[in-house]
C-alpha cells in the first residue's frame, strides 16, 4: 500500500519570503504521479503541480517548484514570493495506474497549513 | 471552475436518515471518484467508477454505495448516517489513460445532527 507522509502540520512564511514544504512517500511501484494540491478556505481543491515519477526534471509553476529525490522518496515544494493568496492547505498527494485504474485514485498526506502573514 | 458540478453544497440531516450526493463530471470524463475529507481521517478515496462500472474501491462503509448512470453523472448513498459521518465528500473525474489528472468540484459539506 501506497502511504504520503506531510510532517509539518502548520508553517508560516512573510509575504514576499520563500517556503518549503515537505512531503515523503512509499510505494514499490516504478511508474507514478505526484501532486500538490491546495486548499484554499473555500474549500476547493486546485491542483498547483505535478511531477512524474519518470522524469528526472523537477517540475515547475512560476513561483511554485518541487524538490523531486526518487531515491530518498522525498517531494517538497517550494513556493517563491509568497503572496498572501497562498495562504491555504496545501496536499501532497501520489498516484498510480497499478491495475489500469487511471491515475484519479490519489492517496493525500495528512496536509500543511501554510499561512502568510503581511 | 474545475467543471465538476456537486449538489447539494450543503446539507444537515439527522442521524439515522438518507441522503445522496449528486456529482457530474466534466464533459468527456468517464471516471467518476469519491472522496471523503473529515478532521480525524483526513482526505480519503472512497470509490472509483469509470464508465458505469465500478472500478475501484477504498476506505467506504458498507452503509455508503455509489453508482454511476449512463449519462456519466453519479450518485453517493449514504444511509443509517452517524454524527461520525459527517465531513466534506468531494467529486472529482478524470479522463481515461495516461497524464490525466483529477478535477475536483467544490463539494458537499454533510452535518449529521
Known amino acids: 500500500a501506497q502511504t504520503v507522509t506531510q510532517s509539518q502540520p502548520e508553517m508560516s512564511v512573510q509575504e514576499a519570503e520563500t517556503v518549503t514544504l515537505s512531503c515523503t512517500y512509499d510505494t514499490s511501484e516504478s511508474n507514478y504521479y505526484l501532486f500538490w494540491y491546495k486548499q484554499p478556505p473555500s474549500r476547493q481543491m486546485i491542483l498547483v503541480i505535478r511531477?512524474?515519477?519518470?522524469?528526472?526534471q523537477n517540475a515547475t509553476e512560476n513561483r511554485f517548484s518541487v524538490n523531486f529525490q526518487k531515491a530518498a522518496k522525498s517531494f517538497s515544494l517550494k513556493i517563491s514570493d509568497s503572496q498572501l493568496g497562498d495562504t491555504a492547505m496545501y496536499f501532497c498527494?501520489?498516484?498510480?495506474?497499478?491495475?489500469?485504474?487511471?491515475?484519479?485514485?490519489?492517496?493525500f498526506g495528512q496536509g500543511t497549513i501554510l499561512t502568510v502573514h503581511p | 471552475d474545475s467543471g465538476v458540478t456537486q449538489t447539494p453544497k450543503h446539507l444537515i440531516t439527522a442521524t439515522g436518515q438518507r441522503v445522496t450526493l449528486r456529482c457530474s463530471p466534466r464533459s468527456g470524463d468517464l471516471s467518476v471518484y469519491w472522496y471523503q475529507q473529515s478532521l480525524d481521517q483526513g482526505l480519503q478515496f472512497l470509490i472509483q467508477y469509470y464508465n458505469g462500472e465500478e472500478r475501484a474501491k477504498g476506505n467506504i462503509l458498507e452503509r455508503f454505495s455509489a453508482q454511476q448512470f449512463p449519462d456519466l453523472h453519479s450518485e453517493l448513498n449514504l444511509s443509517s448516517l452517524e454524527l461520525g459521518d459527517s465531513a466534506l465528500y468531494f467529486c472529482?473525474?478524470?479522463?481515461?489513460?495516461?497524464?490525466?489528472?483529477?478535477?475536483f468540484g467544490q463539494g458537499t459539506r454533510l452535518t449529521v445532527v
Open positions: 511531477q512524474e515519477a519518470y522524469k528526472q
Open positions: 498527494a501520489f498516484t498510480t495506474n497499478a491495475g489500469g485504474t487511471s491515475y484519479g485514485k490519489l492517496t
Open positions: 472529482a473525474s478524470s479522463a481515461q489513460g495516461m497524464n490525466t489528472e483529477a478535477f
